[in-house]
């Protein structure tokens, strides 16, 4: 199944956010979404999503999603939005509920989730229990058991410290590697675009357009070798010159606001 | 490097770095509020058994204590008591889930905010006492008018807090359940009403005070069983220690109600 932005722009009263975003994530693809801050990055990834109705363009999807997905567009929020007053596999649960499956079937689908985040001896603990690196492997949990096509993920890692984020985007390594998911990854840092996305769609400052859409040229298994270290630091460095300028301008637009 | 660092030149001394930090963290002790407690009561006990005080006017503890009893081997003070109960307990309960049903609207529905709110800001600020006579036209001069009563001023209460409460529920989590396709029904349920519930218990400490507040007024405007219309004929009648053991039932009783409500909170909202 393929996730196609088709010509979205999206006004806030008079404030353009976006304006003209076209691009295809195909089956399995992990494209990345940079740019400056207040580019619309998140506000794109709420449209694709159906969170958000764009002022014009649409969200489509092509192709069936795999038979046994329960949500195909499944997202990963920034401040995890996990239910405080439930436990673990209760919010892992909890996008479970109100489907057609058996007990068993939800019992299943939520043992296999937390099992591949690592979190089965957490299952009886609340949000409020957790750091904020296992609250957010609790939110990519929950995403897992209803077997995304593909995830959407809104700046997953950047409420996490430098160290956390180092052991999900591992996580993340691996849990693309092997289920044949897709993903759209919003995020601020280009080490997290570099490292996991296929490839990168660098936004310009607001109104969002497309600047321009980089590929990355290895496999993320190979991304993890020391060698390719030097490479991914260079591709980090092409985009940073892209938007460098542009970051500043916004920053600076910010405090006057 | 870091030994420097306790090197001291010749002509300097060293001197510790004041500490500025304390205060502004008050911590109640445990036992200290029943010791002042106690202690005043010993004092006005004292006060009384060695006549400083005219017992007319302020009876001491011991009398108030023995009004009690008395009151209780007669079965007066259930007389009463239940009386009191009744109203409040219907009043409450009906007062409650009118409020929660309305608030959860208001929270809830676009068309209901804008009339609702409407109505209660017009409405909740008349003192519901003053509706009394025209609920005893209505109704009759029986429970209903005093129920009532009681009902109005624990439904706007109610339903105040609990749209604020609805309001509060955070909207990332609401979202979360959309992105899932969860439907309407369980995002209230699932979602909505357990992330209001903290506002609807706190809601609740106040309404049984505006409960109690209104059982003793309209028991005071007419009403031949109830503390309240007991303290006003003990008063009439300058009993004050009967008058005085009517209010300390009062304060129990509010005690009593405050204790359930934050058991329900321990019970209810221990994930916070």
């Known amino acids: ?257 | 490097m870091l030994d420097r660092a306790t090197e001291t030149s010749a002509d300097e001394t060293t001197r510790r770095v004041r500490f500025r930090g304390a205060g502004f963290v008050p911590a109640s002790s445990r036992f200290g509020g029943w010791i002042a407690l106690a202690l005043v009561i010993a004092i006005w006990q004292a006060a009384g058994s060695a006549r400083l005080v005219n017992p007319l006017f302020l009876p001491a503890p011991s009398a108030i204590v023995r009004a009690i009893y008395e009151l209780a081997m007669s079965g007066a003070l259930w007389q009463h008591l239940s009386a009191s109960l009744l109203r409040i307990g219907v009043g409450w309960l009906l007062g409650t889930a009118a409020g929660v049903v309305v608030g959860f609207a208001i929270g809830l529905s676009r068309l209901a905010r804008s009339v609702g709110i409407t109505f209660i800001s017009a409405l909740f600020p008349i003192p519901k006492i003053a509706l009394l006579p025209l609920l005893i036209l209505w109704l009759g001069i029986g429970e209903e008018p005093k129920i009532a009563t009681i009902a109005l001023g624990v439904f706007f209460s109610t339903a105040i807090s609990v749209y604020s409460g609805v309001d509060a529920v955070p909207r990332n989590l609401i979202r979360m359940a959309q992105s899932f396709n969860v439907p309407f029904a369980t995002i209230v349920r699932k979602v909505v009403w357990p992330g209001a519930l903290p506002a609807v218990l706190a809601g609740f400490r106040i309404t049984a005070s505006v409960a109690l507040l209104l059982v003793v007024s309209a028991e005071m405007i007419g009403a031949q069983f109830g503390i309240g219309a007991f303290v006003l004929q003990a008063g009439n009648l300058m009993q004050t220690d009967q008058l005085l053991a009517g209010v300390v039932i009062l304060s129990v009783f509010g005690l009593a109600v405050g204790k359930v409500i934050g058991w329900l909170e321990v019970r209810l909202l221990h994930w916070r």
């Open chain 1, 1 to 257: 199944m393929d996730l196609i932005a088709n010509h979205i722009s999206h006004h806030f009263g008079d404030l353009a956010v976006l304006d003209d975003v076209s691009f295809t994530v195909g089956a399995g693809e992990v494209v990345a979404i940079v740019g400056p801050s207040g580019c619309g990055k998140s506000t794109l990834l709420s449209i694709l999503g159906g969170l958000l109705l764009p002022t014009s363009g649409s969200p489509e999807l092509r192709g069936a999603p795999p038979a046994d997905s329960l949500n195909p567009l499944t997202f990963v929020f920034q401040d995890f939005a996990l239910l405080p007053w439930a436990t673990v596999e209760e919010n892992v649960e909890f996008p479970l509920l109100h489907t057609q499956l058996s007990a068993t079937q939800r019992r299943a689908l939520v043992e296999d989730a937390l099992r591949r985040t690592g979190l089965t001896d957490f299952r009886k603990t609340y949000p409020k229990q957790l750091s904020g690196g296992m609250r957010q492997r609790v939110g990519i949990s929950r995403a897992l058991a209803v077997k995304p096509a593909i995830l959407l993920m809104d700046e997953p890692l950047s409420a996490l410290d430098s160290q956390t984020r180092e052991l999900l985007m591992e996580d993340f390594v691996r849990l693309l590697a092997d289920g044949g998911m897709g993903a759209v990854y919003v995020t601020h840092n280009l080490e997290e675009a570099a490292r996991l996305a296929d490839r990168i769609v660098v936004l310009s400052r607001r109104p969002g357009r497309i600047r321009e859409v980089v590929a990355v040229p290895m496999t993320r298994t190979e991304r993890g070798d020391i060698a390719a270290r030097e490479q991914l630091l260079a591709l980090q460095n092409q985009i940073w010159s892209l938007i460098r300028n542009e970051a500043i301008d916004a920053e600076r637009e910010v405090q006057h606001a």
